[in-house]
């Protein structure tokens, strides 16, 4: 196993709910899957109107518990159109962590993390078809 894998594994994990979510968009209506601390970011997406909860119990998931990862990947869900309405809600990993209960904000942990896995995962360059023509 590799010091990445066995990092990963020793990391703190917490259980969330998973909820079962109605968002109603014109005549539309969309059913998805979200964590319980997403509602908020529906809310202002949608209108608080537009969003139900049609099952608080669905499921649970074990995530690690690290505010910052959290943070990164609602931002990367609801994308560059939407992260204003989760920095709305969340404007800060500690924001998040005091609202869910279990998650932990340890400043620039993440970004180390984050920044060595984009280096890692980069696809292989094209090779240059102007080159092999020359």
């Known amino acids: 196993m590799t010091e990445a894998m066995q990092a990963v594994e020793s990391e703190p994990t917490v259980a969330l709910k998973v909820q079962l979510v109605k968002i109603q968009r014109d005549l ?3 059913v998805t899957e979200a964590f319980e601390h997403e509602i908020p970011i529906l809310d202002r997406i949608h209108g608080q109107p537009m969003v139900k909860v049609i099952d608080e119990d669905y ?3 074990e995530i690690p518990a ?3 990862t959290e943070l990164l990947r609602l931002k990367g869900k609801y994308d560059r159109k939407n ?3 989760v920095e709305a809600v969340y404007p800060n990993a500690a924001a998040l962590a005091a609202a869910v209960k279990g998650f932990k904000a340890e400043r620039g ?3 180390e993390k984050v920044a060595s896995q984009a280096i890692e995962r980069k696809p292989p360059r094209p090779s ?3 080159a092999a023509a020359k």
């Open 66 to 68: 690290d505010a910052e």
């Open 83 to 85: 992260a204003l309405y």
């Open 128 to 130: 240059s078809k102007k």
């Open 109 to 111: 942990k993440v970004r």
């Open 59 to 61: 499921h649970e998931l």
């Open 28 to 30: 539309a209506h969309i």
